[in-house]
């Protein structure tokens, strides 16, 4: 006999068999494993819920809880709104597993997001009364590629936090060390510490994916089979949910992107029609004078391309071949067709991370300008020939919507 001991985020199984028996064992848990997630992907039958304020704060909807009208809720895919009782219906969910509301103004909530099972047809938000400021300030952070080893840069993160006293943190992407080329249990520990290192934070952090967060496609180094239950974008909905949403605050759409894409064993920058259709339906539901802020890993456009060699093989290429199309592997490759959804809004800024250096790039365009910024890495400093890219992350102030030029904030002090 022999003991077989497996887990799978949430699921673990631990236990003796015969070793003849090995194979069909193995295959009767991933079936289970792949049951256990079978919502990812699949048609539900409606969904629907209320969302109302929740005054005592317990979490049930008590008699004198209104609520809350015109706020949208999606599944990724589709979106609607609650009318005047604050109730939503989907009839049919096409998404990802996952239901959420675009946080509204005045209201605050720590269950932005829910998890679709087929065993539950209603899903409730319970909202909470919050300050609706015009002035306010956010620190954006990037690349923080966890692990045992690089803890010591999160907890510089969260004293910068502590010491600037922001509204709210935005980390765009590479969060973890690795999930491309490594375990599940290596990957599924990266994703374990960086939960266990965000919850730490006073203040709320809201994440979108990078390319070191999708699980095990570089399968000749990772060895993971694509019918691992949580291969790909998986193993991120399943620690982190949705991969992309909105929140609004401060008179402020605020859209989180996944903008990596990948295609057998490669990522490169793209956003795919899904996730483009979703945003249409996001921005149809925010009046037209609100301006919307973008965040997302891959810079939709790049200075920095002109400091790296051009190479199209290799692990760190920088050439990607699309549906036959040499392409920048890492920026987005329709980032036109991405700005043009959001320019019916009034659109500041665009924030990303992915090459570890702070940049400031626009260009001039007719109608209105948009900043496509990216911030430095936090997890290490960046030296390009003689040059020095110092680790750090960028403090914003928002005010009547116009966003000032951002301060940096380097991690090391000298």
Do not use: C
């Not at 291969?231 to 949403?245: A, D, E, I, T």
């Not at 859209?255 to 490669?266: A, C, N, R, S, T």
């Not at 948009?370 to 430095?376: D, L, Y």
């Not at 680790?391 to 000298?414: A, E, N, R």
């Amino acid at each position: 006999m022999s003991k077989l001991s497996l887990g799978f985020g949430d699921f673990v199984y631990s236990g003796l068999y015969p070793t003849t028996m090995r194979t069909n064992s193995l295959f009767i848990l991933s079936f289970l494993l792949l049951l256990s997630f079978s919502v990812l992907g699949q048609q539900v039958d409606k969904i629907q819920g209320t969302v109302y304020n929740d005054k005592n704060q317990n979490g049930i909807r008590d008699k004198n809880e209104e609520g809350i009208a015109g706020v949208a809720v999606s599944d990724q895919v589709q979106v609607v709104k609650t009318d005047t009782k604050g109730h939503y219906e989907i009839l049919s969910s096409k998404g990802f597993g996952f239901v959420f509301i675009s946080q509204p103004i005045g209201f605050s909530t720590p269950k932005w997001w829910q998890k679709i099972t087929a065993e539950k047809s209603v899903y409730d938000f319970p909202l909470v009364n919050s300050m609706a400021p015009t002035t306010f300030t956010f620190l954006h952070a990037s690349d923080t590629h966890i692990s045992e080893k690089s803890v010591d840069r999160m907890q510089k993160l969260r004293e910068i936090v502590e010491a600037t006293k922001p509204d709210f943190v935005l980390i765009t992407g590479d969060l973890v060390k690795d999930a491309l080329r490594v375990s599940e249990k290596e990957a599924s520990g990266y994703y374990e510490l960086y939960k266990k290192e965000i919850e730490k934070f006073s203040v709320p952090v809201w994440n979108v994916p990078g390319n070191h967060e999708i699980f095990g496609i570089e399968r000749h180094q990772s060895l993971v089979s694509k019918a691992h239950p949580l291969y790909g974008k998986k193993m991120y909905h399943h620690y982190l949910g949705p991969n992309y949403f909105s929140f609004n605050y401060g008179g402020v759409h605020f859209v989180g992107l996944d903008d990596v894409d990948f295609e057998d064993l490669w990522y490169y920058g793209h956003v795919d029609s899904t996730q483009l259709n979703w945003l249409k339906a996001d921005l149809a539901n925010v009046p037209a004078t609100t301006p919307i802020i973008t965040f997302n890993h891959m810079p939709f456009f790049s200075g920095s391309l002109s400091t790296d060699p051009y190479t199209e093989t290799g692990p760190g290429r920088t050439l990607e071949r699309e549906n036959g199309v040499l392409q920048f592997r890492h920026v987005v490759s329709n980032a036109h067709e991405v700005v043009s959804a959001v320019k019916t809004h009034p659109y500041p800024i665009a924030l990303s991370g992915h090459n570890h250096v702070r940049q400031v790039f626009w260009y001039e365009t007719e109608g209105q300008k948009t900043r496509f910024e990216q911030t430095a890495a936090v997890v290490e400093s960046v030296r390009e020939a003689n040059e020095v890219m110092p680790s750090g992350v960028t403090l914003y102030s928002v005010k009547d919507g116009k966003v000032d030029d951002g301060k940096f904030i380097p991690l090391d002090k000298k």
